[in-house]
């Protein structure tokens, strides 16, 4: 067993959720500390022990965590000058608001806890080192003292397949994905996701997820306006546009090309502004959707390629234009750029953009509800228990299937397109994607809170 303990010395804890800026963090996820631990390394030197210290606890998966209860939380919110790239000085940049949320919480110790590790001297003393140097978790002001123990703590959350909450875990190439990062000058990606729950409690819900995992966003500003009918023009640009980043960087990685069969690779996708009262449909910038099996060093690559599409721009078309794009601020980002808005647990869903049905239907089969079926069996999820289809958009903001362009070039010719709503037997957790487009942004579902878990 290993377990690093995390004592706050103020007895508050100044973090936010990645995904919602004015919420408290906490308990701390166990990415958070890693990266702490990776600040550390990188400021102490990079020292090729502590190196081989913390790929050791990259590979260790996700940990048990043991802390109190959260305290009330009244956000702050402040105004601050911007900080983008080619901004003027900070007295002549505009300001957008951020909120400093924190907590004081009814122990002031945390515990993580791996029960089937056992490191070696070398790779404890190692980590002993970059813990005993690590004084944050959570902003500068979040002042910690960072130790390994002995004590064999209780947990209140633990891994599990079947758990509701949602943490970001360390994994096989983070410490590289971190640098890499970190070069780019561009903001820590969630990276990988982990469900827990409450230690010996109970599921009665089962929670089961599709073919896709986390994604990553890239908000629009500059450029054109365009409508949700445009979404396969933008995203065959991006695709072209990370093939052509890749190659000038090395070999084009399967996880883009998708010429592999055998291989899953990414979706892209153009979120659209829908689902509210006064959606207009419009996109609001780009995302990649990894999937679940994807390696570390294989994102890392697709990254790099982001980073070039960011910096150069993205070229529609000569008659469309050029987007301006930028990674996401969490702290400021449009609720149709959060992760949440589209990975959230649900027992219902509904499609923003129409899903493309793999087959033509015919009168003695297959009938539109077989297809659909499969196509959701096709991603690793149930068959739903209602499925309702329709040519016309069913969220407020998307537009009707004859209005969306459904094929790309050098395709025969478009396949049958439907909106649809689905109601699955269990809460499914996104993203999801479904039928022969979902690879181009097409059978993007958006989740609906009757049944499944209430978003925050």
């Known amino acids: 067993m290993f377990t690093l303990e995390v004592e706050f010395l103020l007895g508050r804890c100044f973090s936010s959720k ?26 102490g030197g990079e ?103 002995d004590q064999t703590a209780v947990p209140t959350y633990e891994p599990s397949p079947d758990g509701e ?9 983070r410490l590289d994905d971190l640098a890499t990062l970190y070069k780019q000058n561009r903001r820590p990606t969630p990276g990988k996701m982990e469900r827990y729950r409450e230690a010996g409690k109970t599921v009665e819900t089962k929670v089961t997820s599709g073919f896709f995992e986390n994604v990553v966003f890239l908000e629009k500003v500059s450029g054109p306006s365009l409508p949700i009918e ?35 690779h990414c979706a892209l996708l153009a979120p659209p502004f829908v689902d509210r009262k006064f959606a207009d449909g419009r996109l609001m910038g780009l995302g990649i959707a990894f999937p679940r099996s994807a390696s570390g060093e294989d994102r890392r690559r697709v990254l790099m390629a982001v980073a070039k599409v960011v910096d150069s721009g993205l070229n529609i078309s000569k008659d469309i234009g050029s987007w301006g794009l930028e990674p996401v601020e969490f702290m400021t980002a449009p609720e149709t750029l959060r992760s949440r808005t589209w990975v959230q647990d649900s027992h219902e869903w509904v499609s923003a953009t129409p899903v493309l049905l793999d087959r033509f239907p015919k009168e003695k089969g ?25 040519p016309w958009p069913i969220l407020p903001g998307s537009a009707p299937v004859t209005k969306h362009r459904l094929h790309r070039g050098g395709e025969a010719k478009p396949k049958v397109g439907v909106h649809v709503r689905l109601r699955f037997p269990v809460s499914v957790r996104g993203p999801i994607l ?6 181009f942004g097409l059978g993007l579902m958006r989740p609906q809170f009757g049944r499944g878990v209430v978003a925050e």
């Open 47 to 149: 020292d090729i022990g502590e190196r081989m210290a913390l790929e050791w606890l990259e590979r260790c998966g996700a940990p048990s965590i043991t802390f109190g209860e959260p305290g009330v939380s009244n956000p702050v919110q402040v105004f601050v000058p911007t900080n983008y790239p080619g901004d003027h000085a900070p007295h002549l940049r505009g300001k957008q608001p951020r909120y400093l949320p924190a907590q004081s919480p009814s122990e002031a110790r945390v515990y993580f806890v791996w029960p089937q590790a056992g490191p070696d001297p070398q790779i404890l003393g190692a980590l002993r080192g970059l813990a005993s140097r690590t004084g944050a978790l959570g902003r500068a002001s979040s002042l910690v003292q960072v130790t390994i123990s």
């Open 366 to 390: 297959p009938s539109v509800e077989e297809i659909l079926s499969l196509a959701c069996e096709r991603v690793g999820l149930p068959a739903p228990e209602v499925l309702q289809y329709s």
């Open 230 to 264: 445009a979404t396969l023009t933008v995203t065959d640009a991006f695709r072209n546009a990370l093939l052509k980043q890749s190659g000038d960087l090395g070999e084009i990685p399967e996880l883009l090309h998708g010429h592999n069969k055998t291989v899953p």
């Open 165 to 173: 909450v949602l943490m970001q875990v360390p994994y096989p190439g």
């Open 434 to 439: 479904l039928g022969a487009g979902r690879f």
């Open 18 to 43: 990645y995904d919602d800026p004015t919420q408290p963090e906490w308990p701390p996820n166990p990415a958070r500390l890693f990266s702490a631990l990776a600040a550390a390394y990188f400021e």
